[in-house]
């Protein structure tokens, strides 16, 4: 039997042949992952198989698990080639004699604790097969290692929820509540399967998952351009946790594969660790570790976004005043034009996307907008969303590039798809997207997508839906690649409704994102804690909205939210009074002093008792620690409640914040509504 141990920092890693239960002489291959500190007997364990995988007329191994999960086909049925470990890499081949080869590659991060993991399946038969499900990872025989690795009681599992201006909320269930219970006679399945169909992946729930005791913590996340899933397995004393692409029964996908040819699956990022903080941690330090930016992102300069100041109507002359009076900002290092600038004289903004015409009655000369930022320091971005149409553009009627389902042109409302395999939208998109970027000088783009293609569209080979959405979402991908090749030192955001298209492969190929589309609601504080679970703060962008008649108060409320993050101001910068300037010139000069804890630190805390984020009573306590200093922002929503914090060895090194507190062996701060504050604190000596 084979078996396989390897320690990589605190973690050991298991590869374990399994005979499966009812069918004599069969085994499989399985990946088991445990604290190295725990007590752990793999081979006592029923781990399945490490490969994932289902062709079309597999039969199922495991009774009434049709229709439940595709996990556990006939096609799982593996054994190993060879195996070779390089360093931090473990390459697995293995077969099923039948010409159908699999590599699993295992990497490990020990800057971050972090493996990732992928598999490539080849056919080496000489038959076509259709695949129907290929998993990116599975990792079974997960045992509590508090009850001593015998079973799943105590476990539990912990997702993040997202909706429109609601991303990336943590939900917590004990697998008792769950159902994942072991049956009387060790007998039967429980699956809990969840992800999304379509082209927001951030939407319904972001594509991560932890498995904890207490003790220790087993969290995943998986690269997720397009329709994804994570399967939760339990059966018997033992359960799995496997996810990736999503399968024929989920979304629609299969694929033919020619012999000779390849398919791989996309990356999953796996680690254990004491719990899910440290899990976020990794998992975030591990997406920051490998992200490629321009030169001065490296800086996380602030930015200026126009759009919650003329929602959708800029004009040249009112995007050159507003440069002016950025001027006692020196860290704001971006303009952002947003949507508007293409407008029709006789059409409103929303639904006039697609052409991507400048109207020259509202901006007789682009250049200008790039020739002043530069002139005050600054980069001009600009929005787009070119993968779509809006119903009063003439795009919209170009069927010959558009997406079709059954022959159809995939329509949502007033929302049509540019089909970004064709020639037609390819020339389209380099002489409106990319020579006129190039033309106007614009150093910054807002990639924005605002609606969902589903469970996919028609191809050229008839391929199922779920492989001409994926085929068009690679696309996309492929989209980012030619705006960073072809304008050097481009800066890309990448917005869709605000968070839906956050997922590890899309922001690795981007400077940051638009972290939700809260703009000036009082959760937005809850909404950017959040998502800086999943993303690393250089990333995460967070709107501070400036109005004009708004209290000091409030001001240093936004502020404070967006220093979880990127601080995007917006707003009436053409209103402000001095005492405002002076007052925001504080926030972002107390930033500057902030902005390695908030880049390189680990979240230690976040402390939120609101249940309701349209009716938010409760204050939040966020907490990040980096080398001898700790970051303190507490929001008070709809409370007047005190928080009280320890200070053990540490003196208050700055603040910013109008509330009355103490900071003398405890940080006592005393609430009002809709207050906030951030203090830095640093160790003595």
């Given at each position: 039997?084979?078996?396989?141990?390897?320690?990589?920092?605190?973690?050991?890693?298991?590869?374990?042949?399994?005979?499966?239960?009812?069918?004599?002489?069969?085994?499989?291959?399985?990946?088991?992952?445990?604290?190295?500190?725990?007590?752990?007997?793999?081979?006592?364990?029923?781990?399945?198989?490490?490969?994932?995988?289902?062709?079309?007329?597999?039969?199922?191994?495991?009774?009434?698990?049709?229709?439940?999960?595709?996990?556990?086909?006939?096609?799982?049925?593996?054994?190993?080639?060879?195996?070779?470990?390089?360093?931090?890499?473990?390459?697995?081949?293995?077969?099923?004699?039948?010409?159908?080869?699999?590599?699993?590659?295992?990497?490990?991060?020990?800057?971050?604790?972090?493996?990732?993991?992928?598999?490539?399946?080849?056919?080496?038969?000489?038959?076509?097969?259709?695949?129907?499900?290929?998993?990116?990872?599975?990792?079974?025989?997960?045992?509590?290692?508090?009850?001593?690795?015998?079973?799943?009681?105590?476990?539990?599992?912990?997702?993040?929820?997202?909706?429109?201006?609601?991303?990336?909320?943590?939900?917590?269930?004990?697998?008792?509540?769950?159902?994942?219970?072991?049956?009387?006679?060790?007998?039967?399945?429980?699956?809990?399967?969840?992800?999304?169909?379509?082209?927001?992946?951030?939407?319904?729930?972001?594509?991560?998952?932890?498995?904890?005791?207490?003790?220790?913590?087993?969290?995943?996340?998986?690269?997720?351009?397009?329709?994804?899933?994570i399967e939760l397995y339990q059966e018997k004393e033992t359960c799995a946790l496997s996810g990736g692409l999503g399968d024929y029964e989920f979304a629609h996908w299969r694929k033919e594969i020619l012999p000779g040819e390849s398919f791989e699956s996309g990356n999953a990022y796996f680690t254990v660790q004491r719990d899910v903080y440290a899990v976020c941690n990794a998992l975030v330090h591990e997406q920051d570790r490998t992200l490629s930016v321009p030169a001065g992102e490296e800086e996380m300069p602030v930015m200026y976004n126009e759009y919650?100041?003329?929602?959708?109507?800029?004009?040249?002359?009112?995007?050159?005043?507003?440069?002016?009076?950025?001027?006692?900002?020196?860290?704001?290092?971006?303009?952002?034009?947003?949507?508007?600038?293409?407008?029709?004289?006789?059409?409103?903004?929303?639904?006039?996307?697609?052409?991507?015409?400048?109207?020259?009655?509202?901006?007789?000369?682009?250049?200008?907008?790039?020739?002043?930022?530069?002139?005050?320091?600054?980069?001009?971005?600009?929005?787009?969303?070119?993968?779509?149409?809006?119903?009063?553009?003439?795009?919209?009627?170009?069927?010959?590039?558009?997406?079709?389902?059954?022959?159809?042109?995939?329509?949502?409302?007033?929302?049509?798809?540019?089909?970004?395999?064709?020639?037609?939208?390819?020339?389209?998109?380099?002489?409106?997207?990319?020579?006129?970027?190039?033309?106007?000088?614009?150093?910054?783009?807002?990639?924005?997508?605002?609606?969902?293609?589903?469970?996919?569209?028609?191809?050229?080979?008839?391929?199922?839906?779920?492989?001409?959405?994926?085929?068009?979402?690679?696309?996309?991908?492929?989209?980012?690649?030619?705006?960073?090749?072809?304008?050097?030192?481009?800066?890309?955001?990448?917005?869709?409704?605000?968070?839906?298209?956050?997922?590890?492969?899309?922001?690795?190929?981007?400077?940051?994102?638009?972290?939700?589309?809260?703009?000036?609601?009082?959760?937005?504080?809850?909404?950017?804690?959040?998502?800086?679970?999943?993303?690393?703060?250089?990333?995460?962008?967070?709107?501070?909205?400036?109005?004009?008649?708004?209290?000091?108060?409030?001001?240093?409320?936004?502020?404070?939210?967006?220093?979880?993050?990127?601080?995007?101001?917006?707003?009436?910068?053409?209103?402000?009074?001095?005492?405002?300037?002076?007052?925001?010139?504080?926030?972002?000069?107390?930033?500057?002093?902030?902005?390695?804890?908030?880049?390189?630190?680990?979240?230690?805390?976040?402390?939120?008792?609101?249940?309701?984020?349209?009716?938010?009573?409760?204050?939040?306590?966020?907490?990040?620690?980096?080398?001898?200093?700790?970051?303190?922002?507490?929001?008070?929503?709809?409370?007047?409640?005190?928080?009280?914090?320890?200070?053990?060895?540490?003196?208050?090194?700055?603040?910013?914040?109008?509330?009355?507190?103490?900071?003398?062996?405890?940080?006592?701060?005393?609430?009002?509504?809709?207050?906030?504050?951030?203090?830095?604190?640093?160790?003595?000596?």
């Amino acid at each position: 039997m084979f078996f396989k141990k390897y320690i990589f920092g605190k973690t050991a890693v298991y590869y374990v042949e399994t005979p499966v239960e009812g069918h004599d002489g069969k085994t499989v291959i399985g990946l088991a992952v445990y604290p190295k500190s725990a007590k752990a007997e793999p081979q006592k364990l029923c781990c399945d198989s490490l490969i994932q995988v289902s062709f079309t007329g597999d039969v199922a191994l495991i009774d009434y698990t049709l229709g439940v999960t595709m996990r556990n086909r006939t096609s799982t049925l593996l054994h190993v080639e060879k195996q070779r470990r390089k360093g931090n890499t473990v390459t697995t081949e293995l077969s099923d004699n039948d010409g159908n080869c699999y590599t699993h590659v295992l990497t490990y991060a020990p800057d971050t604790g972090v493996f990732t993991t992928h598999v490539r399946y080849t056919n080496r038969s000489d038959m076509v097969r259709t695949l129907e499900m290929l998993s990116s990872f599975s990792l079974s025989g997960v045992t509590s290692v508090k009850g001593g690795c015998k079973d799943t009681m105590g476990l539990s599992l912990t997702r993040m929820t997202s909706a429109w201006s609601r991303e990336c909320r943590t939900k917590t269930e004990a697998f008792s509540a769950l159902g994942f219970d072991m049956s009387w006679a060790r007998y039967g399945v429980k699956v809990e399967k969840f992800g999304q169909v379509g082209s927001m992946p951030n939407r319904g729930y972001y594509p991560f998952a932890a498995v904890g005791d207490g003790k220790y913590c087993l969290g995943v996340q998986i690269d997720a351009p397009y329709s994804w899933q994570i399967e939760l397995y339990q059966e018997k004393e033992t359960c799995a946790l496997s996810g990736g692409l999503g399968d024929y029964e989920f979304a629609h996908w299969r694929k033919e594969i020619l012999p000779g040819e390849s398919f791989e699956s996309g990356n999953a990022y796996f680690t254990v660790q004491r719990d899910v903080y440290a899990v976020c941690n990794a998992l975030v330090h591990e997406q920051d570790r490998t992200l490629s930016v321009p030169a001065g992102e490296e800086e996380m300069p602030v930015m200026y976004n126009e759009y919650c100041a003329t929602w959708g109507n800029p004009t040249q002359e009112l995007m050159l005043r507003m440069m002016d009076a950025l001027k006692p900002f020196p860290q704001i290092k971006y303009f952002v034009i947003d949507s508007g600038w293409y407008k029709p004289e006789d059409r409103g903004w929303c639904n006039a996307i697609g052409d991507w015409e400048v109207n020259r009655t509202i901006f007789p000369d682009l250049t200008q907008i790039s020739k002043k930022a530069k002139s005050l320091g600054m980069k001009a971005g600009i929005w787009y969303e070119y993968e779509v149409a809006g119903r009063d553009s003439e795009t919209f009627y170009r069927e010959d590039m558009l997406l079709h389902r059954d022959g159809h042109v995939l329509t949502s409302k007033n929302r049509r798809f540019l089909d970004l395999r064709t020639e037609e939208a390819e020339a389209f998109l380099q002489e409106k997207l990319l020579r006129q970027l190039k033309d106007s000088g614009f150093e910054y783009i807002k990639i924005d997508y605002n609606d969902n293609i589903g469970m996919g569209c028609d191809s050229e080979d008839g391929a199922a839906f779920g492989e001409g959405g994926r085929q068009v979402t690679e696309a996309s991908l492929e989209w980012l690649q030619k705006l960073r090749d072809g304008i050097q030192g481009l800066v890309i955001e990448n917005c869709s409704s605000g968070g839906s298209r956050i997922e590890p492969r899309r922001m690795g190929m981007v400077s940051m994102c638009s972290f939700s589309d809260a703009h000036e609601c009082p959760e937005i504080p809850l909404v950017a804690a959040n998502v800086s679970r999943v993303i690393p703060a250089r990333q995460e962008q967070i709107w501070a909205v400036l109005r004009e008649g708004e209290s000091n108060s409030r001001t240093i409320y936004s502020l404070c939210a967006a220093m979880m993050g990127r601080i995007c101001l917006s707003g009436d910068i053409l209103k402000l009074s001095e005492e405002k300037i002076g007052l925001i010139q504080r926030g972002l000069s107390f930033y500057e002093k902030i902005k390695d804890v908030v880049r390189f630190g680990d979240i230690a805390k976040i402390d939120n008792t609101v249940e309701y984020y349209r009716a938010p009573k409760g204050r939040q306590v966020y907490i990040k620690k980096y080398g001898a200093k700790r970051l303190v922002i507490v929001h008070f929503l709809d409370d007047a409640s005190e928080v009280t914090l320890p200070i053990k060895g540490e003196r208050l090194a700055a603040c910013f914040t109008d509330l009355c507190y103490e900071a003398d062996g405890k940080l006592s701060v005393r609430g009002e509504p809709f207050h906030a504050g951030a203090w830095l604190f640093e160790k003595e000596n």
